[in-house]
């Protein structure tokens, strides 16, 4: 017999055939197509080798080798094993505005490395000085590099981990540009600038390291329609924004549907206490519903509900006060719809200490809340006073400099107060000339007007804080303000997102769409969303088209 050579990894199986009535040896070689798999995802050893021992990627492990096959039979090969592009991260390049913007996003990548050119350490050098919130993120990002650098056992060549300091949130590296490159800009395009400087590094990624997707990403969108001109793949950053679609967002309504005491009222419960009535229901839709979620279904038999509790597919239900009576007026004032409704039994509930009010121009937002604060503040004494501030952002050119106080320069964007505060004194009929004076006195004593930029490290106690035009505002901007509260402080955001001044806000962006969806769902918070306009025909017919 010839001896047969075969591999150790073949293995024998026996079979009986009719050859002489003997039993003969085929030898069948494995398949190791789990293993396979596995190697070829990176999550498993190659059969009959010891583990391998991996190591941390760094730029030069996506250099392009001379050994690698560029003809149709190797393109073909790769594609069935998988192309080695997919199996590396990506490589953000910041734009300084970026960083400038959120200074934390360093952090925000993920499993991505993040590269950053050395322009963009020098516009952040640039624009460190000043009291702006651009100065100040600059030094807080100039801040969060210096610690990452600064860290013992750094190797900025080969990356430096960013999870230590992302609390394990981000996993990739930060690479800096340690050495010039050599980026070849169209002639069009002059090498001076910082813009053309960064482009210029993004060519040069791209071409060394060819198997790594290199992505821009920038504020700027200038910046990132020259990058898409010269080929190269630019994003916007996408990380401040709370919702992509506003319509998504938090209404703090729900409509019931029409067979929801069908498919609910099996073993319901329901008693009355404190004038209201309660139902204790089990269903599938309980598990969708939030605390202090407003349920409502129109026809014969209305209900008005708020969601009180809520536990696995139980919800309790208790009914709201019906403010459109004018039994239940509220500083002559009742509801015109049913979201105004909903929106003075958040007002006037001692127990949410958070609401946020969000509605067309029109809708009734500043004077709802007014009234809520003039009826706690001068007949329940439930708070000593109210306080009420906003954004000084012009809508066209600014007038300069205002002379006087603080009030007295506050005064000029306090057009809606004074406005609703005329309807308001206007609702006591009987009161008289002198009945009126007295109350508008009255009225103006108990109401504070502040400015946003004395805010930092004040305590309010026992006030009635109005936020007004809070779509204005920025994330930081607003935690600032509501960490303001003390004990017995009630705080009110009013705002329509589709009337943003303030730069580089977005309606997916804003301070006031980002506690709305951070703050529903919580026991001492409500919302709810103004759907319709009672300013005027004109005004609501306006608010519509235009």
Same mark, same amino acid.
């Given at each position: 017999?010839?001896?047969?050579? *075969?591999?150790?990894?073949?293995?024998?199986?026996? @079979?009986?055939?009719?050859?002489?009535?003997?039993?003969?040896?085929?030898? @069948?070689?494995?398949?190791?197509?789990?293993?396979?798999?596995?190697?070829?995802?990176?999550?498993?050893?190659?059969?009959?080798?010891? #583990?391998?021992?991996?190591?941390?990627?760094?730029?030069?492990?996506? $250099?392009?080798?001379?050994?690698?096959?560029?003809?149709?039979?190797?393109?073909?090969?790769?594609?069935?094993?998988?192309? $080695?592009?997919?199996?590396?991260?990506?490589?953000?390049?910041?734009?300084?505005?970026?960083?400038?913007?959120?200074?934390?996003?360093?952090? *925000?990548?993920?499993?991505?490395?993040?590269?950053?050119?050395?322009?963009?350490?020098?516009?952040?050098?640039?624009?460190?000085?000043?009291?702006?919130?651009?100065?100040?993120?600059?030094?807080?990002?100039?801040?969060?590099?210096?610690?990452?650098?600064?860290?013992? =056992?750094?190797?900025?060549?080969?990356?430096?981990?960013?999870?230590?300091?992302?609390?394990?949130?981000?996993?990739?590296?930060?690479?800096? =540009?340690?050495?010039?490159?050599?980026?070849?800009?169209?002639?069009?395009?002059?090498?001076?600038?910082?813009?053309?400087?960064?482009?210029?590094?993004?060519?040069?990624?791209?071409? @060394?390291?060819?198997?790594?997707?290199?992505?821009?990403?920038?504020?700027?969108?200038?910046?990132?329609?020259?990058? $898409?001109?010269?080929?190269?793949?630019?994003?916007?950053?996408?990380?401040?924004?709370?919702?992509?679609?506003?319509?998504?967002?938090?209404?703090? %309504?729900?409509?019931?549907?029409?067979?929801?005491?069908?498919?609910?009222?099996?073993?319901?419960?329901?008693?009355?206490?404190?004038?209201?009535?309660?139902?204790?229901? *089990?269903?599938?839709?309980?598990?969708?519903?939030?605390?202090?979620?407003?349920?409502?279904?129109?026809?014969?038999?209305?209900?008005?509900?708020?969601?009180? /509790?809520?536990?696995?597919?139980?919800?309790?239900?208790?009914?709201? $006060?019906?403010?459109?009576?004018?039994?239940?007026?509220?500083?002559?004032? %009742?509801?015109?719809?049913?979201?105004?409704?909903?929106?003075?039994?958040?007002?006037?509930?001692?127990?949410?200490?958070?609401?946020?009010?969000?509605?067309?121009?029109?809708?009734?937002?500043?004077?709802?809340?007014?009234?809520?604060?003039?009826?706690?503040?001068?007949?329940?004494?439930?708070?000593?006073?109210?306080?009420?501030?906003?954004?000084?952002?012009?809508?066209?050119?600014?007038?300069?400099?205002?002379?006087?106080?603080? /009030? /007295?320069?506050?005064?000029?964007?306090?057009?809606?107060?004074?406005?609703?505060?005329?309807?308001?004194?206007?609702?006591?009929?009987?009161?008289?000339?002198?009945?009126?004076?007295?109350? =508008?006195?009255?009225?103006?004593?108990?109401?504070?007007?502040?400015?946003?930029?004395?805010?930092?490290?004040?305590?309010?106690?026992?006030?009635?804080?109005?936020?007004?035009?809070? @779509?204005?505002?920025?994330?930081? =901007?607003?935690?600032?303000?509501? %960490?303001?509260?003390? #004990?017995?402080?009630?705080?009110?955001?009013?705002?329509?997102?589709?009337?943003?001044?303030?730069?580089?806000?977005?309606?997916?962006?804003?301070?006031?769409?980002?506690?709305?969806?951070?703050?529903?769902?919580?026991?001492?918070?409500?919302?709810?969303?103004?759907?319709?306009?009672?300013?005027?025909?004109?005004?609501?017919?306006?608010?519509?088209?235009?």
């Amino acid at each position: 017999m010839r001896a047969v050579r *075969r591999h150790e990894a073949e293995k024998p199986v026996r @079979q009986t055939g009719a050859r002489c009535g003997t039993k003969y040896v085929r030898h @069948q070689p494995r398949r190791f197509a789990g293993a396979r798999v596995a190697r070829r995802k990176g999550t498993g050893p190659r059969p009959g080798c010891p #583990p391998i021992r991996a190591k941390p990627m760094t730029l030069d492990d996506a $250099r392009p080798t001379s050994s690698e096959p560029s003809n149709a039979h190797a393109m073909a090969k790769t594609s069935r094993k998988g192309t $080695r592009k997919a199996a590396f991260s990506k490589l953000f390049v910041l734009d300084t505005n970026v960083l400038m913007h959120d200074p934390s996003s360093l952090f *925000r990548f993920e499993e991505h490395d993040v590269y950053v050119p050395m322009m963009t350490l020098e516009e952040l050098d640039n624009n460190k000085k000043g009291m702006t919130e651009v100065a100040r993120n600059a030094r807080q990002a100039s801040r969060f590099l210096d610690q990452i650098v600064s860290a013992p =056992q750094t190797d900025i060549e080969q990356g430096i981990p960013l999870a230590p300091f992302s609390g394990e949130a981000a996993t990739g590296r930060l690479f800096l =540009q340690t050495s010039a490159v050599s980026g070849e800009l169209p002639a069009g395009l002059p090498g001076s600038t910082g813009d053309n400087q960064i482009l210029g590094v993004m060519l040069h990624l791209s071409r @060394q390291y060819p198997q790594r997707e290199v992505v821009l990403v920038s504020k700027d969108i200038n910046m990132r329609i020259k990058a $898409r001109a010269l080929g190269l793949p630019a994003e916007d950053y996408y990380n401040d924004k709370v919702l992509e679609d506003t319509d998504l967002l938090y209404t703090g %309504t729900r409509p019931l549907p029409a067979d929801f005491w069908e498919t609910h009222g099996k073993g319901m419960e329901s008693w009355q206490e404190g004038g209201r009535t309660y139902y204790r229901v *089990r269903g599938p839709l309980c598990k969708e519903l939030l605390i202090n979620e407003f349920v409502y279904q129109e026809g014969e038999r209305p209900l008005y509900a708020m969601v009180k /509790e809520r536990v696995g597919n139980m919800a309790l239900l208790q009914t709201v $006060r019906d403010y459109t009576h004018a039994k239940n007026n509220v500083w002559g004032i %009742t509801a015109r719809n049913r979201e105004q409704n909903f929106a003075l039994n958040l007002l006037m509930n001692p127990d949410v200490d958070f609401v946020t009010l969000l509605g067309q121009a029109g809708s009734g937002k500043t004077l709802l809340t007014l009234a809520a604060g003039l009826t706690q503040v001068l007949e329940e004494k439930r708070y000593n006073e109210i306080i009420m501030t906003r954004v000084t952002v012009p809508v066209g050119e600014d007038i300069g400099f205002l002379p006087g106080t603080e /009030e /007295e320069k506050m005064t000029p964007w306090m057009g809606a107060l004074e406005d609703n505060l005329d309807v308001l004194n206007k609702t006591d009929d009987d009161a008289g000339e002198w009945g009126r004076a007295a109350t =508008q006195d009255l009225i103006r004593s108990r109401i504070k007007i502040k400015s946003l930029n004395f805010m930092r490290g004040r305590t309010f106690i026992n006030k009635f804080l109005i936020i007004d035009e809070a @779509q204005n505002l920025t994330p930081k =901007q607003m935690k600032t303000l509501i %960490t303001r509260a003390g #004990p017995g402080t009630k705080v009110v955001c009013l705002g329509n997102i589709a009337q943003i001044d303030t730069p580089y806000l977005t309606e997916g962006s804003s301070g006031l769409t980002y506690v709305v969806d951070r703050f529903k769902g919580w026991a001492h918070s409500g919302h709810v969303t103004l759907m319709r306009g009672e300013r005027s025909r004109l005004a609501d017919h306006a608010a519509e088209i235009l």
